[in-house]
């Protein structure tokens, strides 16, 4: 069974750090393309960033390039999204997804795996 697990939520004053991590079971993420996303009360789910190891591909959004980061530990199978200098805007719940198609993009439609969120707040 395949599944995705967020952890590493949490609040923060603006300016400061967090580390998501989403690990995955039933399949290995270096051969499917990985995403983050976010969804803040009223608004639509937001591609953050997305990675593919079989190609190499990452991808963030405009609104968190600079301060976002992700990377994989192939070992423990995990996806991590490091957020620095957060912004009360980065306030959302933020889900990773897999997909079994073959590229990684910022659209939620691209995505048939996805875990069950973890709460991020910015708040000074």
């Known amino acids: 069974q395949l599944q995705l697990v967020e952890s590493g939520g949490g609040s923060v004053q603006p300016g400061g750090s967090l580390r998501l991590s989403c690990a995955a079971s039933g399949f290995s993420l270096d051969y499917y393309p990985i995403a983050w996303f976010r969804q803040a009360p009223g608004k639509e789910r937001e591609g953050v960033a997305c990675a593919d190891s079989r190609t190499g591909i990452i991808n963030y959004a405009d609104s968190v390039k600079g301060r976002f980061t992700v990377s994989r530990s192939s070992a423990s199978n995990t996806e991590y999204l490091q957020m620095n200098d957060l912004k009360p805007e980065d306030t959302a719940i933020y889900y990773c997804?897999?997909?079994?198609?073959?590229?990684?993009?910022?659209?939620?439609?691209?995505?048939?795996?996805w875990g069950r969120g973890t709460q991020v707040t910015v708040s000074s």
């Open positions: 997804a897999a997909s079994s198609g073959w590229v990684a993009t910022l659209t939620p439609e691209t995505y048939n795996y």
